[in-house]
């Protein structure tokens, strides 16, 4: 119940960020890629912010012997840059482009009730579940 609690108030405070910030309006994010007409670089602004955050936390909380809400660090061992990590980073980054949201702003813009935001959340919750049919599949087949 304590990791639920922890996720629910780690989510609302990201998604205040992403609101004070103005990142949930995929048109703050078409204007960050649109580098040869009238780009907007607040996007650089609020990744500087989440970068220095990360790292000066990352190495005082990495200090402890375990985290907090857990019996163990569950860390990311894998190292290699494979074919399906580059063809989910061209997926994930088209969508985006052209979406002008990515998961995080998408949902937290669900409270807006605007219809785009259903419209990418749908659309990203179809991939995943094409995604896990097709996975699947191709595991069967091995």
Not at 29 to 54: C, K, N, Q, R, T
Request: with cysteine; aromatic share 10%.
């Amino acid at each position: 119940m304590k990791n639920r609690i922890a996720a629910l108030v780690v989510g609302f405070i990201f998604a205040i960020g992403l609101g004070i910030s103005g990142m949930t309006q995929p048109e703050k994010v078409v204007g960050f890629l649109d580098v040869f007409g009238d780009w907007d670089p607040s996007l650089i602004l609020v990744m500087v912010g989440a970068v220095l955050v990360h790292a000066v936390t990352y190495k005082i909380i990495r200090k402890r012997d375990t985290p907090l809400l857990s019996p163990q660090w569950h860390v990311p061992t894998k190292k290699e840059i494979t074919p399906a990590l580059i063809t989910g980073a061209l997926i994930f980054g088209i969508g985006w482009g052209l979406g002008g949201l990515c998961p995080g702003p998408a949902i937290t813009s669900l409270a807006s009730f605007d219809s785009t935001p259903y419209l990418f959340v749908g659309s990203m919750i179809a991939g995943m579940y094409l995604f896990k049919k097709v996975d699947n599949k191709l595991k069967l087949q091995k």
